[in-house]
């Protein structure tokens, strides 16, 4: 599944962010007066392009989790070779979330005067809390007596291990639907000729919800202009443009690091195989994911190349590089985990090591359910923010709205790019290092070095 034309998309997306800065800055700002929540432009973008996002979370993360689990294939396969992948998949995403984190900390884009950040939350956060599913969390966090950092990683470890799955899907807790997603998936994946049915209908409801997925990212360029209006309006261009290029700078450098140096140690550990002679060779499948800004549609394109070119086995290929392209992201977990903590800092929030913590693992978790489609981290970073919300009521701290994101999204696109192709890097890698384990005959291709 791919867009029917994603240049015009990245068009109008950027046409939208352009609008929203002239018509935030030239009509809407006004230096004395800051705009409230109910401002027609936040509904606006709420509607039209937040409250869809959010109403995809749970049934793309629990049918996306289950589709990549079951093409493992056989019990045989659910052995020692997808648990190696598995394996690999989480280190590298942990790998990757924790540079982000490491680095946005360090650097602080989103670090504003106190006044700005001050305007730039709005009061509507409380009442966001309640209706989008959080509230539950946030009671419970603030009703504990244990110490903040405790409690939010026993709300996490909560979340991991649900009481009743169906109670987390309607409240929106989806560390648990993750979890039980992944055991489905192994159980439908060992249930042999009798699950069949079932491992079909759910790789039908998920094109069917990539499709859907798909028709709301075309509603971002209407939704990126009244957001974008919304938040330029409240507290002005000139108090955003620094950060913003900041965050964005930042996450490419994130990105550029992973890809260029800690996947390339991985495979050189693992495999002692010349990394970026490797990385030329799957130099189509990274420009392809690069220009349809999709690991799902660079699919085709990424097993040719490792079959052909990058000397990886056909097994390997098919079996690593189709379930990389589900639950692998590497760039969208490191995206996550600096986007989130600049929105925190961009509204004047110090997120301390328990929850840096708790963006560490939630944003790990949470890039197993993003589709390989474009923008789809936009819809599991609600994960993460709504799990550092949890733990930051622990210190009476009002939580981070889902409508933050709004300063973002308009950039997002072209960070869309970067990371999609740091995503089909790492699977390209997984499959370079998972073939020696199940072996055929392959036929590199030749190369510059």
């Known amino acids: 599944m791919k867009l029917s034309n994603p240049n015009l998309l990245t068009l109008l997306i950027l046409a939208g962010l352009i609008a929203?800065?002239?018509?935030?800055?030239?009509?809407?700002?006004?230096?004395?007066v800051a705009l409230g929540s109910d401002h027609w432009t936040r509904v606006a973008g709420d509607i039209i392009l937040i409250r869809p996002l959010m109403m995809l979370?749970?049934?793309?993360?629990?049918?996306?989790?289950?589709?990549?689990?079951?093409?493992?294939?056989?019990?045989?396969?659910?052995?020692?070779?997808?648990?190696?992948?598995?394996?690999?998949?989480?280190?590298?995403?942990?790998?990757?979330?924790?540079?982000?984190?490491?680095?946005?900390?360090?650097?602080?884009?989103?670090?504003?005067?106190?006044?700005?950040?001050?305007?730039?939350?709005?009061?509507?956060?409380?009442?966001?809390?309640?209706?989008?599913?959080?509230?539950?969390?946030?009671?419970?966090?603030?009703?504990?007596?244990?110490?903040?950092?405790?409690?939010?990683?026993?709300?996490?470890?909560?979340?991991?291990?649900?009481?009743?799955?169906?109670?987390?899907?309607?409240?929106?807790?989806?560390?648990?639907?993750?979890?039980?997603?992944?055991?489905l998936g192994l159980a439908l994946a060992s249930g042999g000729e009798s699950a069949k049915p079932a491992v079909e209908f759910f790789a039908a409801l998920f094109q069917a919800l990539m499709t859907l997925v798909l028709w709301v990212i075309w509603l971002c360029p209407l939704g990126v202009f009244f957001l974008v209006s919304w938040t330029v309006g409240k507290i002005g261009l000139a108090a955003l443009l620094g950060p913003l290029s900041s965050y964005m700078i930042l996450v490419i450098a994130g990105l550029a690091i992973h890809?260029?140096?800690?996947?390339?140690?991985?495979?050189?550990?693992?495999?002692?195989?010349?990394?970026?002679?490797?990385?030329?060779?799957?130099r189509k499948a990274l420009m392809t994911a690069f220009g349809t800004d999709s690991s799902a549609a660079t699919l085709p394109v990424t097993i040719e190349s490792a079959e052909t070119e990058g000397g990886c086995s056909k097994r390997a290929s098919n079996?690593?590089?189709?379930?990389?392209?589900?639950?692998?992201?590497?760039?969208?977990?490191?995206?996550?985990?600096?986007?989130?903590?600049?929105?925190?800092?961009?509204?004047?929030?110090?997120?301390?090591?328990?929850?840096?913590?708790?963006?560490?693992v939630t944003a790990t978790?949470?890039?197993?359910?993003?589709?390989?489609?474009?923008?789809?981290?936009?819809?599991?970073?609600?994960?993460?923010?709504?799990?550092?919300?949890?733990?930051?009521?622990?210190?009476?701290?009002?939580?981070?709205?889902?409508?933050a994101i709004g300063v973002i999204i308009g950039v997002d696109r072209i960070l869309d790019m970067c990371r999609t192709t740091v995503n089909v890097w790492g699977d390209a890698v997984g499959a370079k290092i998972i073939s020696p384990m199940v072996p055929d005959p392959s036929a590199p291709g030749s190369d510059p070095f």
């Open 319 to 360: 079996f690593v590089l189709p379930l990389g392209a589900t639950i692998n992201m590497d760039g969208t977990a490191l995206y996550e985990a600096v986007a989130v903590v600049f929105l925190f800092q961009l509204h004047g929030i110090d997120l301390q090591l328990g929850e840096l913590l708790v963006v560490v």
């Open 57 to 183: 979370i749970v049934p793309l993360v629990f049918v996306s989790v289950i589709t990549g689990v079951t093409s493992i294939g056989s019990p045989q396969q659910l052995g020692v070779v997808g648990g190696s992948t598995l394996l690999y998949y989480f280190v590298t995403m942990a790998l990757a979330v924790s540079l982000g984190t490491a680095l946005v900390s360090l650097v602080q884009p989103g670090d504003l005067s106190p006044e700005i950040s001050e305007r730039l939350t709005f009061e509507a956060s409380k009442s966001y809390a309640e209706s989008s599913g959080v509230a539950g969390n946030i009671e419970n966090a603030r009703s504990s007596k244990q110490d903040h950092l405790a409690g939010a990683w026993l709300n996490i470890l909560r979340q991991l291990v649900p009481r009743n799955v169906i109670s987390d899907m309607a409240q929106g807790r989806t560390l648990g639907v993750i979890v039980f997603a992944i055991l």
């Open 259 to 282: 890809a260029l140096i800690v996947l390339p140690a991985v495979l050189w550990l693992v495999r002692r195989e010349h990394p970026y002679r490797f990385m030329w060779q799957m």
């Open 365 to 403: 978790l949470a890039a197993v359910g993003a589709a390989g489609i474009p923008s789809a981290g936009l819809v599991t970073m609600v994960i993460v923010i709504t799990a550092v919300n949890a733990s930051l009521a622990g210190r009476g701290i009002e939580p981070l709205p889902v409508s």
């Open 20 to 32: 929203g800065v002239f018509f935030g800055q030239f009509v809407l700002f006004d230096p004395d």
